[in-house]
T-cell receptor, first 114, second 114 residues
Framework: DGGITQSPKYLFRKEGQNVTLSCEQN?????MYWYRQDPGQGLRLIYY???????QKGDIAEGYSVSREKKESFPLTVTSAQKNPTAFYLC?????????????FGSGTRLTVV | QKEVEQNSGPLSVPEGAIASLNCTYS??????FFWYRQYSGKSPELIMS????GDKEDGRFTAQLNKASQYVSLLIRDSQPSDSATYLC??????????????FGTGTLLAVQP
């Protein structure tokens, strides 16, 4: 079955540590997105990518980095510069930009600072 | 002014009643509109999309769009306890086809009472 796989489901980060969240899709979607969800604040866009080897900052990119070396993969690194990383992270994908399709979401990664 | 606004709720309705969820958006050039359902601790799931003024029905769900009033709504007929979730409204701005970014509201929590 086609879909988006995020791993791990739960992740614990120590102070000053970088961690990487995985996102893989087999839907043959062109665009991929990373969102952060905090209680009462809805979904906030971190980074997005419309094609391989290209990505754009979203509204809250500081302290995060991404890569898009393959169409299927869009990993997110939460760096030590991100001072408040505890949140629910959602990866999504969609068909090419300019279409009227919505997003398909992965199951999410819950990151906690310990 | 927020780009996509929803009443946070909770909206409480008895089982079997019609639940009406509302969403307003600020950008007149918005082209595509989506409703997502998100159960507690889970990722959002696309349930309805609408692009043209009027109503669109899918089973117990009806999406309504009024671009002149910049208003989109979701009606859930014969509400069931399993419909209890947060409903996210999302809008695609459609600037020149350059991006497929969705702007999300903060969601309305629906509680269906048995």
């Amino acid at each position: 079955d086609g879909g988006i796989t995020q791993s791990p489901k739960y992740l614990f980060r120590k102070e000053g540590q970088n961690v990487t969240l995985s996102c893989e899709q087999n839907l043959n979607h062109d665009a991929m997105y990373w969102y952060r969800q905090d209680p009462g604040q809805g979904l906030r866009l971190i980074y997005y990518s419309q094609i391989v080897n290209d990505f754009q900052k979203g509204d809250i990119a500081e302290g995060y980095s991404v890569s898009r070396e393959k169409k299927e993969s869009f990993p997110l690194t939460v760096t030590s510069a991100q001072k408040n990383p505890t949140a629910f992270y959602l990866c999504a994908s969609s068909l090419e930009a300019g279409t009227n399709y919505g997003y398909t979401f992965g199951s999410g990664t819950r990151l906690t600072v310990v | 002014q927020k780009e996509v606004e929803q009443n946070s709720g909770p909206l409480s309705v008895p089982e079997g009643a019609i639940a009406s969820l509302n969403c307003t958006y600020s950008d007149r050039v918005s082209q595509s509109f989506f409703w997502y359902r998100q159960y507690s601790g889970k990722s959002p799931e696309l349930i309805m999309s609408i692009y043209s003024n009027g109503d669109k029905e899918d089973g117990r769900f009806t999406a309504q769009l009024n671009k002149a009033s910049q208003y989109v709504s979701l009606l859930i007929r014969d509400s069931q306890p399993s419909d209890s979730a947060t409903y996210l409204c999302a809008v695609k701005l459609g600037y020149g086809g350059a991006t497929n970014k969705l702007i999300f509201g903060t969601g309305t929590l629906l509680a269906v009472q048995p």
